[in-house]
């Protein structure tokens, strides 16, 4: 029986880890000040980091949950290792021969999951070796026809696994592993005649965690008369629970770390089209659906805080298949989609690819376009129900409006909210007070008759120009809109620009300029809300209570942004008259909205059968004229 560690060897190993490190290999910490870091805690689910790790001293603790320790009940915590475990996973880590009391051994059979994650090891080299052999065409060709060559297997650590009942289990014993360890593993399955091999002829993938030591795997069907499911994972062990595993995570999570961003795929090939083209942020779950415990764990490896400082820098891109399994998918996520702090999206190939298939087609360019073309995870889902319905007809809008209204009540991001009603609103025809009444419904549960009425009636007589949306269509956000919280693209920029002329210059824009400007629409929800309070202070235009009154106006979390917009320093060029910048930059704001209009008239008028349709076509060339007129006039022609 082996002996004790001594206690002089764990204090040396304790003094010589660095925790920061071994932490690292969990959660992105960021610095904190001198001498300590932090990040999102490991132990409970937080959206601001209270968890802090001091290197200095070898600890850790979280001012959120208490969880407190060393380097040695961090890894016990994360791991479900005993003491003695962690210990000598560390001295491994750094080369140190630890000695026991009595002169013992280090016991190679010292704990379940030690024993289990080498069995996991050896079963994965013995996989791989067997990819070169005979019997193993199938996978190589299997491999071969999705453009993943030697090399691809190799980074991978694809293997092979024999048809046959026993290969795997002889061999594992034969290196000393016992029969119950290896069903406890879940490489042997416990049948009526005995134990046999798990996986059998089938092309096997290695699941690993973030410090690359295997789990699991998951393996594919090969053959014809193999009567199993597509795809056989390791079942649940005391190193694999599949709702809290992600493939390819150990591959991936310095660049989550490093750019923000993670994509999540729908299978093994997947990840590794996406790995392969460039895209190395990639994971997969591992036979389950996309769930709270993977969240908990993207977001440690994001540093997904919501603050002020780095809400929504994170990139969380969702690829689905667009068949019933792929939006059920869908669903699933954009139901857990606001415990994320980062921003997320979806991607969809065109005809309907996965990365595997798209990059196998079409080229690694087109695995990166696809991420690069993504679209908010809001605006899919708002779009996959208006596709369910008949938008031609008032009875479709109508009842798009009451399935669409229940997605926008749950943003609880207030500019976010305000946005979508007014993209929503555009979208149906609608006036967005009238959207805005059946999202607030929505959001309390009201029935829809009750908002019907009056949303049939908005129908009738169209959107009315520069409406308000009250105050009741979005939830305050803990904190306030901030100037510093902006994009800096270039429509954002001119639509900051000319909300600053308009606050704080108002006698320099002409009052007809102003109410055009303040019908356009904005990219930017945020500023749209300021807009909003502009619309409803026109009476107080360019006197000396205008900016006060357009503060009172706008819900209270966007006051501050008034003031900030408000005070601001314009970027006025040397020597340019202030009369004319102001006037220039909102004329730029109105024209950018009218040659969006018109690009959407363009787009209608070609959609139309002059023939069958003469008065509709006739109607849209009017309003193309006027708008054409009106851009005219602004620019002076």
Request: aromatic content about 6%; hydrophobic content about 40%; proline content about 4%.
């Amino acid at each position: 029986m082996a002996g004790l560690i001594r206690r002089n060897d764990i204090d040396e190993v304790r003094s010589r880890v660095n925790i920061a490190d071994i932490v690292g290999d969990y959660v992105t910490l960021k610095g904190a000040g001198v001498g300590s870091l932090k990040g999102l805690c490991p132990f409970h689910d937080e959206r601001s980091p209270s968890f802090h790790v001091r290197p200095q001293v070898g600890r850790y603790h979280c001012f959120g949950c208490g969880e407190d320790g060393d380097v040695f009940s961090f890894i016990q915590q994360m791991d479900h290792a005993t003491f003695t475990e962690a210990v000598e996973r560390m001295a491994a880590r750094i080369g140190f021969e630890l000695h026991y009391e009595d002169g013992g051994q280090a016991n190679s059979d010292h704990g379940n999951r030690a024993r289990i994650l080498a069995a996991n090891q050896a079963a994965a080299e013995f996989f791989v070796a067997q990819l070169g052999a005979p019997d193993a065409e199938l996978a190589r060709i299997f491999l071969g026809e999705r453009a993943f060559d030697a090399v691809a297997a190799q980074r991978f650590g694809l293997g092979f696994a024999p048809k046959s009942f026993s290969a795997l289990g002889t061999h594992l014993k034969s290196r000393g592993f016992t029969e119950l360890e290896l069903v406890t593993a879940g490489l042997l399955s416990q049948g009526d005649r005995g134990v046999y091999d798990r996986f059998r002829g089938r092309l096997v993938w290695p699941i690993r965690d973030v410090t690359g030591q295997t789990l699991g795997f998951g393996a594919r069907r090969l053959l014809e008369d193999d009567k199993g499911p597509k795809y056989l994972n390791t079942p649940e062990t005391p190193v694999y629970h599949k709702s809290s595993v992600l493939y390819g995570l150990d591959l991936a999570k310095r660049d989550i770390s490093r750019g923000r961003q993670v994509v999540v795929v729908e299978g093994y090939t997947d990840v590794m089209a996406c790995h392969l083209a460039g895209i190395t942020t990639a994971v997969a779950t591992c036979g389950t659906s996309f769930g709270v415990d993977h969240i908990k764990v993207i977001r440690r490896m994001l540093g997904d805080v919501d603050n002020a400082d780095t809400r929504g820098l994170g990139e969380v891109v969702f690829t689905f298949d667009p068949d019933d399994a792929g939006q059920k998918a869908a669903s699933r996520a954009f139901g857990e989609e606001q415990r994320f702090a980062a921003q997320t999206y979806v991607a969809v190939a065109p005809d309907g690819l996965d990365p595997c298939d798209l990059r196998l087609n079409r080229g690694d360019d087109a695995v990166r376009r696809l991420i690069d073309t993504k679209k908010p995870m809001f605006e899919f889902m708002i779009r996959r129900v208006l596709d369910a319905h008949n938008l031609d007809t008032v009875e479709g809008r109508v009842a798009a409006l009451r399935a669409a209204a229940p997605v926008v009540a749950g943003i609880r991001d207030q500019s976010l909210n305000v946005g979508y009603i007014r993209t929503l609103a555009r979208w149906l025809g609608l006036d967005p007070t009238e959207v805005s009444r059946a999202v607030a419904a929505a959001r309390t549960g009201t029935p829809a008759q009750s908002f019907a009425q009056g949303t049939v009636q908005g129908l009738a007589q169209g959107p009315a120009q520069g409406s308000g949306i009250p105050e009741a269509a979005g939830v305050a956000r803990e904190r306030g809109a901030s100037i510093t919280d902006l994009p800096n693209d270039l429509a954002t920029r001119l639509e900051r620009d000319a909300l600053m002329a308009l606050l704080q210059h108002p006698e320099a824009v002409s009052v007809e300029l102003a109410h055009r400007a303040a019908q356009v629409l904005y990219a930017n929800p945020s500023l749209a809300v300021v807009r909003d309070g502009i619309v409803g202070s026109m009476d107080a235009w360019a006197t000396s209570s205008w900016l006060d009154r357009v503060i009172a106006e706008v819900p209270l979390p966007f006051a501050g942004l008034v003031k900030e917009l408000g005070v601001a320093p314009m970027p006025v060029k040397e020597g340019q008259e202030l009369e004319l910048y102001c006037t220039g930059v909102t004329s730029a704001l109105v024209d950018r909205d009218l040659s969006r209009r018109k690009a959407e008239l363009l787009g209608q008028l070609q959609r139309v059968d002059g023939v069958a349709e003469p008065e509709r076509s006739r109607e849209l060339q009017r309003e193309l004229l006027r708008i054409e007129q009106e851009r005219r006039a602004l620019r002076g022609d």
